[in-house]
């Protein structure tokens, strides 16, 4: 064999490992490929699965904020409401007609006191 056959030879056997070698690497990319779609397939059967739990979620706390709106604005109604009350009778209470009035019944009512204690001694 002469020099030139040795170096086709070598070189040959070098091209055979080298595209061994790159099928070697071929089959690890194809077989971590087939891994991550099994992965990434799995992720979103499981995504899939939260983001309607959280929608859901998401429904029920806008119903509970819907319901605690109502019951702020009934609160804030009632308290209006008692505000006015409130009002009406400081007003009531404080009229100078509702003064008198009061002081006439008393008045009435000591005199029918003492008139029973007369009546009582006599």
């Given amino acids: 064999m002469s020099a030139s056959e040795w170096l086709v030879a070598v070189g040959t056997v070098l091209l ?21 779609r099994r992965t990434v397939d799995a992720l979103r059967a499981e995504t899939v699965g939260m983001i309607e ?6 429904r029920d706390a806008s119903y509970e904020v819907d319901r605690v709106d109502a019951l702020l604005t009934t ?3 009632v308290g209006e409401n008692l505000d006015s009350a409130s009002r009406l009778v400081r007003r009531t209470v404080q009229s100078p007609v509702v003064k008198v009035m ?11 006191r003492m ?6 001694g006599a």
């Fill in 16 to 36: 055979a490992v080298c595209v061994g070698a790159l099928l070697l690497a071929l089959v690890q990319v194809i077989a971590t490929l087939r891994s991550l």
């Fill in 53 to 58: 739990e959280m929608r859901t979620a998401v």
């Fill in 75 to 77: 609160a804030e109604s």
């Fill in 102 to 112: 009061a002081f006439g019944t008393g008045t009435r009512r000591a005199v029918a």
């Fill in 115 to 120: 008139r029973k204690g007369e009546r009582r």
